[in-house]
């Protein structure tokens, strides 16, 4: 069964650094989206891309961050600067469609900034 | 803005109990979808409601959205281990975006 991937399973780094978190989603899916979790806290939207651009975005994801599908498989997001509140596990999602559409989530990155 | 609001925050009860943890909004929801979560794991689709007074049953899982499309129920027969996670509802059309309740943590112990 097709599935979202993401890597690196677990990524620290330290205060100030750039962190580029990779994700694959399944191959026939159009809609891509970045979610957050702080460890103990809610899921949050992040953001949400079709057809090379962003379509939404929640107020977490200002200029600090920035998304790119650099190749027909790939789904980046890049954190420029990192802060300490960026501690969190990201999740990556994908849908064929955007309105009802199933959202399939990868296992997650855990981003740990020192 | 809209509020997912899920209760309760936690429940704890024996295997083979039955259970029902709730999602409420504070507006109509576009469409609604609930997901179970393990720790350190992604969330994992469960079921979509559209409908107002929809019902769909997944072996013992029953789930019914309010006439209203405001509310929705989950329901959980014969409770087992393997039931434990975080249910979470979504509103993939929220005013924010792609809405998330906080979630219920649910323990089923053996």
């Known amino acids: 069964e097709p599935e979202v991937t993401q890597t690196p399973s677990h990524q620290v780094t330290q205060m100030g650094q750039e962190v580029i978190l990779r994700c694959v989603p399944i191959s026939n899916h159009l809609y891509f989206y970045w979610y957050r979790q702080i460890l103990g806290q809610k899921v949050e939207f992040l953001v949400s891309f079709y057809n090379n651009e962003i379509s939404e975005k929640s107020e977490i994801f200002d200029d600090q961050f920035s998304v790119e599908r650099p190749d027909g498989s790939n789904f980046t997001l890049k954190i420029r600067s990192t802060k300490l509140e960026d501690s969190a596990m990201y999740f990556c999602?994908?849908?064929?469609?955007?309105?009802?559409?199933?959202?399939?989530f990868g296992p997650g990155t855990r981003l740990t900034v020192l | 803005t809209q509020l997912l609001e899920q209760s309760p925050q936690f429940l704890s009860i024996q295997e083979g109990e039955n259970l029902t943890v709730y999602c409420n909004s504070s507006?109509?929801?576009?469409?609604l979808q609930w997901y179970r979560q393990e720790p350190g794991e992604g969330p994992v689709l469960l079921v979509t409601?559209?409908?107002?007074?929809e019902v769909k049953k997944l072996k013992r899982l029953t789930f019914q959205f309010g006439d209203a499309r405001k509310d929705s129920s989950l329901h959980i027969t014969a409770a087992q281990p393997g039931d434990t996670g975080l249910y979470l509802c979504?509103?993939?059309?929220?005013?924010?975006?792609?809405?998330f309740g906080k979630g219920t943590h649910l323990i089923i112990q053996p």
């Open positions: 409601v559209v409908t107002g007074g």
């Open positions: 507006s109509v929801f576009s469409s």
């Open positions: 999602a994908s849908s064929r469609d955007y309105s009802t559409d199933t959202q399939y």
């Open positions: 979504q509103d993939e059309g929220g005013a924010d975006g792609l809405t």
